[in-house]
């Protein structure tokens, strides 16, 4: 797991500072503002490796100096704090040159269907020659591109097999030793734990849906029929492919780690880039802790911490019920004089979307749509101005009934306002 993460001179802002709680870390705040970069640099901090794009430093002579600082937790514990300078001549970041800690099974979901994939029992270090970064005894991490994980996954250099992808395993789960196996038992079970309320994700079985292809393609039961995995929706392809990735990684770790004789992880690190992509509020009430949940679908004894970024207040409020300061941590991003900030955000219960809407965390007026909250406030500047007509109150009157449910709360000031002024009876 990771315990801290410090940047200078990298990214969207001067200066970022991170202390994770070891469970549920939740990253909110605008778009653009470096939520997913802090991701990106997490992944690297646990493996390594990038999974995407290299994070650059900021242009110019930087100062403070462009540098990457973090602590993990390995096998034997917490780590001290790894200070990493950028090499500018290589355009790489430069590690001590020492094995770094079995941070455990880490699993990053990137918002674009990209995903990547870490397993100290299949990518750590193999040699004893160890050269940090460059050591080319250090296979890389699985890296699919968007939709990627769904196709095979072969080794560029060698062209071994690496992933078969969720088609392919889905198609040989099912029919492995006559029937079900673990592994799709396994499956299974991580879907119906991650579906949304009365929906649940049921695998049927793969059958062809192409005339002139016979590529047997996987199904799920729906209440309409089975849909070709092929032709489901956004949203539970996304859910899929999470569900496919735990199972796959995990499974591939524990019979990997039997090879090797070596003992299994008990942890799983899972990156999520905006959660809530895709899903339907009701399935956003969920998925949180859901995530929390699923691990030990695939072991008892497996514990997760989850770094997710999301810009809904559903999430926050699904969290409130599972959310423990002591082993939890939101954070905030916000835009001040210019320069991106991150603050933790003490935790408080707001019950509500409508509570977390209007929250420092997002910041809204009200709950209202954008032209409702115009209404409100040009008919409380008509309250509060002198010598208002009478016919400039009902036509703000008449506004504010074409926008605003019978139940809205700013009824109550606004008529008992009109009644003060007798403008109504």
């Not at 196709?151 to 062209?159: A, K």
């Not at 492995?176 to 991580?190: I, K, P, Q, T, V």
């Not at 399935?283 to 970024?309: D, F, G, H, K």
């Not at 409508?354 to 420092?360: A, K, P, R, V």
């Amino acid at each position: 797991m990771i315990h801290s993460l410090r940047t200078r001179s990298v990214g969207p802002a001067a200066e970022l500072d991170f202390e994770f709680g070891d469970r549920l870390n939740i990253l909110t705040g605008d778009n653009g503002l470096g939520k997913t970069f802090v991701l990106d640099v997490a992944w690297w901090a646990l493996t390594r490796s990038w999974a995407s794009q290299v994070a650059l430093p900021a242009g110019g002579h930087a100062v403070p100096p462009p540098s990457l600082e973090y602590r993990v937790s390995g096998r034997g514990g917490p780590t001290d704090p790894v200070a990493c300078a950028y090499d500018a001549q290589r355009q790489r970041w430069r590690a001590p040159a020492r094995r770094p800690p079995m941070t455990g099974l880490v699993i990053y979901l990137r918002v674009d269907g990209a995903a990547a994939v870490w397993d100290p029992a299949v990518h750590y270090w193999r040699s004893s020659r160890a050269r940090g970064v460059t050591d080319p005894a250090r296979p890389s991490a699985d890296v699919f591109g968007p939709g990627g994980a769904w196709r095979e996954l072969r080794d560029e250099s060698t062209g071994a097999l690496r992933c078969r992808g969720l088609l392919g395993d889905w198609r040989e789960w099912e029919i492995l030793d006559g029937g079900e196996n673990e592994a799709f038992r396994a499956l299974r079970a991580a879907l119906a734990a991650l579906s949304a309320p009365g929906e649940p994700l049921v695998p049927g079985a793969s059958r062809q849906i192409l005339v002139d292809d016979l590529t047997l393609v996987p199904t799920l039961v729906t209440a309409y029929g089975e849909v070709p995995l092929t032709m489901a929706s956004s949203a539970v392809q996304r859910v899929v492919t999470l569900a496919y990735l735990l199972v796959w990684a995990w499974r591939r770790h524990a019979d990997t780690s039997q090879l090797i004789n070596a003992p299994p992880e008990n942890r799983v690190v899972l990156l999520v880039d905006e959660v809530d992509a895709h899903l339907h509020p009701k399935w956003q009430r969920t998925i949180v802790p859901a995530l929390l949940e699923v691990v030990r679908v695939l072991a008892r004894e497996l514990s997760v911490q989850l770094i997710c970024t999301t810009h809904s207040p559903l999430v926050l409020a699904s969290a409130e019920p599972a959310f423990d300061p002591c082993h939890d941590r939101l954070f905030d991003f916000d835009l001040t004089d210019g320069a991106v900030t991150v603050r933790t955000v003490p935790w408080r219960p707001h019950y509500d979307a409508c509570g977390w809407l209007t929250s420092d965390v997002f910041g809204l007026p009200s709950a209202r749509g954008r032209e409702q909250e115009r209404a409100v406030q040009d008919a409380l500047s008509l309250l509060h101005a002198t010598n208002v007509s009478p016919a400039a109150l009902r036509a703000a009157d008449d506004r504010l009934s074409s926008l605003l449910s019978d139940t809205d709360p700013f009824w109550v000031r606004w008529k008992a306002q009109l009644e003060r002024q007798g403008v109504l009876p």
